[in-house]
Every structure is written in structure tokens, then in C-alpha cells.
């Protein structure tokens, strides 16, 4: 899969984009380069987003925005999805959006690095523009299976 991580703060380098890419290769059969945007938040700001979208007035970690419906363990042609190619030839598959400040928190939280907590994130968020969910125990347990899939790829453990 030829994926790109649209991200211009600071959070995650250049070395992890390339990671997470190559992490991710052969994860999604396309004929189409795919791309997702990240942005990195403040405690305000994600406070605002999940209040107006999902209803719920509280900080969170990640919010993810697919752009895409029912393509979740599918083949994803670019002929399926015309209208969500950008100007450079990428089918946009959705946002993510993270506070860091959050995501430090639950690092120290849950006692592992803050590096792991931030990958985890973007794999998690990168999971639900992809169309899994964790609603449903079932659907959970194949998300959760997937995130591991591609975090191992990277090397990263949950110390």
C-alpha cells in the first residue's frame, strides 16, 4: 500500500512517517497511493471536537474522521472513490486528530514510553479510517489484533 501520513507538527519525525509507511505496506490491497491527515491538538481544542461531534464534553486522546464508508477489510480501487482523490493523486481516507499533552499522560499512566503511546494512536487512528471499530467485542478484538500487527512491524512493545 503507498501510504502517506499528512502531519506537519513536530510530534512524530521523519524517520516515523517512514516507519509507520513501511509498518503499513501490504496492510490495505489499492491501486491508489493513500493518504491520511494528522494534526496534533491542544487540551482545548480536542475538548471542543468531541464535544461537537461525538457529544461528549471531556478531553480525549484521539478523534478519527474516515472519510470513506464500508471498506473495512476491503480492496480499495480508485475508481470506487473519484470524488476523495486529492490534487496529488492520493484517495484521502480520513483525519486524525491527537492531543499530546493526553497522550503523555497515559504514557506515564500506563507505564510505557511516550514514543509507544504516540504510535499506538496514530495506528489506532489509522484503524478507524480504515473501518474498524471496537464498538462490539467481536469487532474489537480484530482492531486490537490489527494495532499489534502493525506496532510489532514497528519494533514497538507496550514497555
Known sequence: MDFRLLCEDGELTKADIAALTAALEGFVKTDVPLCIELLFVDE????T?????????KVTDVLSYPALEDICGKSISKKDHPYEIDEEGNLLLG????CAKR??????????S????LHYLVVHGIMHCLGYDHIEESDRVIMREKEEHVLQKLGITRL
Not at 497522550?103 to 510505557?112: D, M, S
Not at 511516550?114 to 503511546?117: A, D, G, L, P
Open 44 to 47: 482545548e481544542e480536542i475538548r
Open 114 to 117: 511516550y514514543r509507544r503511546e
Open 103 to 112: 497522550a503523555k499522560e497515559q504514557a506515564e499512566e500506563y507505564g510505557h
Open 49 to 57: 471536537l468531541n464535544r461537537e461531534t461525538r457529544l461528549v464534553d
Open 95 to 98: 483525519s486524525i486528530v491527537i
